[in-house]
């Protein structure tokens, strides 16, 4: 193949969808975002359709039941006068869609 390497595809399983609740200052009752999650020990992700909507740093798992999972950390805000970035404490529930 002209010294190029053909990758070989990944599985990555199947995609659980969400539905994600923001919790503050109030639980967001509209619009409905549905999408997937992406969590690591650095930084949770909510993406729809491959587009990120929301992150959290430094994530926590306040708990994970049946119905979803609650998740905290602290969501990027903007930046100071001196380029810093500024964060908000945050909570996330995100709720299994069930297909």
């Not at 053909?6 to 994600?20: A, H, N, P, S, Y």
């Not at 993406?47 to 039941?65: H, T, Y």
């Amino acid at each position: 193949m002209d010294g190029i390497e053909e990758k070989e595809k990944v599985d990555v399983g199947v995609r659980m969808k969400f539905r994600l609740i923001v919790q503050l200052p109030e639980p967001q009752k509209s619009p409905e975002i549905i999408g997937t999650l992406s969590v690591d020990e650095k930084e949770a992700l909510f993406f729809v359709c491959e587009r990120l909507v929301a992150i959290l740093k430094k994530p926590e798992f306040g708990w994970i039941n049946p119905d979803g999972i609650f998740i905290r950390g602290f969501e990027p805000v903007g930046t100071t006068k001196t380029n810093q970035q500024k964060f908000n404490y945050q909570e996330w529930f995100c709720v299994y869609i069930k297909e």
